[in-house]
């Protein structure tokens, strides 16, 4: 993609972290918002901020986990903007503990959330974007942790591998339209993942509540991810990749080497190893 002054961009999760980061970029470049995020009081207050700064930008309140709710936000996006040029599926949540000991509302949330999102997403706009016929993009939010293995965080590399294999496949299926498709893979950000459980499902247990060291593992999460690289530069390799079309983003170019060890692994049939940080 090469234009952006006047066209469309989408973001799920967008009222926080990387997708209010990209927000920016995308707005920074002259693209028309459409925000769709679950948490309204947040989302409010950066559209009206956003606003206030001269940003043409819709916010809908959206559970990405809802196939209506995003057939919703995609209705919204085209009666006030008209075609969809950007979609940013990537909202998310972390957390949810070794796999053994996860309850199956974590799995269903989890995977909900992060692969029933993009699956949503994809289905309610994408026809749509090759069907209008100029140069358009979606861009998935995976995960380090969808390139590599991650123990403690079963539920959620489940669903992160599923994104990077999801995104794979429709980048193939669309080759030769006018859509490209992208995934995003990160390590360590620093947003506010680790207080993923502020948008659970009511129902919801807190998933790590039979650990003696819940708090602990809550912290050390905590501190990896406010540890991480800054929001701000995720979006602009998002940006260059929009315009480049370079397939996977990886912030984290250190990763690189494991990643390709992993498939040297498979291959030798030895154990797997988790990335290292
Ligand atoms: N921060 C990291 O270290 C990191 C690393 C790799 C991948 N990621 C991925 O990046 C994406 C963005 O997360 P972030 O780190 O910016 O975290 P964040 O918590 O700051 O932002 C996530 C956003 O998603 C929204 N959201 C949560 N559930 C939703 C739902 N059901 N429907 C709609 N919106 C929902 C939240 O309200 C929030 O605005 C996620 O997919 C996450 O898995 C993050």
């Known amino acids: 993609m090469q234009e952006f002054t006047g066209r469309t961009a989408v973001v799920t999760g967008g009222a926080s972290g990387i997708g209010l980061a990209t927000v920016e970029r995308l707005a920074a470049a002259g693209m028309n918002i459409v925000i769709g995020d679950i948490e309204e009081r947040v989302l409010d207050e950066q559209v009206a901020r956003l606003t206030g700064e001269g940003v043409d930008v819709l916010g809908v309140v959206t559970d990405v986990a809802d196939q209506e709710a995003v057939t919703a936000l995609a209705a919204a996006a085209n009666e006030r903007f008209g075609d969809v040029h950007v979609l940013f599926n990537n909202a998310g949540v972390g957390g949810g503990g070794p796999m053994l000991e996860a309850g199956l509302d974590v799995w269903e949330w989890t995977l909900g959330v992060n692969l029933y999102g993009v699956v949503h997403g994809i289905r309610a706009f994408g026809s749509a974007m090759v069907a209008h016929g100029d140069p358009c993009a979606i861009v998935n939010t995976a995960s380090m ?87 701000a530069d995720v979006a602009e390799r998002i940006f260059e990749a929009l315009q480049s079309g370079r397939f996977t983003i990886l912030p984290h170019p250190q990763f690189g080497p494991q990643i390709a060890a992993r498939g040297e692994r498979l291959v030798a049939g030895d154990l797997p190893v988790s990335w290292d940080i």
């Open 145 to 231: 942790a969808g390139l590599l293995p991650t123990p403690m965080l079963g539920a959620y590399t489940v669903s992160k591998y599923a994104v990077v294999a999801m995104s794979e496949t429709l980048s193939l299926e669309t080759q030769g339209t006018n859509l490209s498709v992208h995934v995003l893979c990160p390590g360590f950000v620093s947003t506010n993942i680790a207080d993923s459980d502020r948008n659970m499902p009511e129902h919801m247990a807190e998933p790590l509540a039979d650990r003696p060291d819940a708090d602990l593992m809550r912290a050390a999460m905590r501190d990896l991810v406010a540890g991480g690289i800054p929001p």
